[in-house]
């Protein structure tokens, strides 16, 4: 069974991959970690075969966490619901 992320680059490299994605379930901190780890492979300007290479300008800007074309939005409470007050901010994104 592939991981959230290898799946990702899976349908990545298939030209399948949607405009947004929500990763959900499982764990929360992993989930948020793949949801990185993809982030960083598709900003990068020369990805290794399935990281980031960690050194162009794009990984500096995610390694400062100040990419200015890339917003992380979180699920609040115990029941990690996305409220609309963040989807809002999305659009004006």
């Given at each position: 069974m592939l991981s959230p992320f290898e799946y990702c680059l899976e349908i990545y490299r298939k030209d399948r991959l949607p405009h947004a994605l929500i990763f959900t379930g499982g764990e929360g901190v992993l989930m948020e970690k793949a949801g990185m780890a993809l982030a960083k492979?598709?900003?990068?300007?020369?990805?290794?075969?399935h990281t980031s290479c960690?050194?162009?300008?794009?990984?500096?800007?995610?390694q400062?966490?100040?990419h200015p074309d890339f917003?992380?939005?979180l699920g609040e409470g115990?029941?990690?619901?996305i409220r609309?007050?963040?989807v809002r901010t999305l659009g004006e994104f």
């Open positions: 492979f598709l900003f990068c300007e020369k990805p290794k075969t960690g050194i162009c300008h794009n990984c500096q800007l995610f400062s966490e100040s917003l992380k939005l115990k029941s990690h619901t609309i007050d963040a």
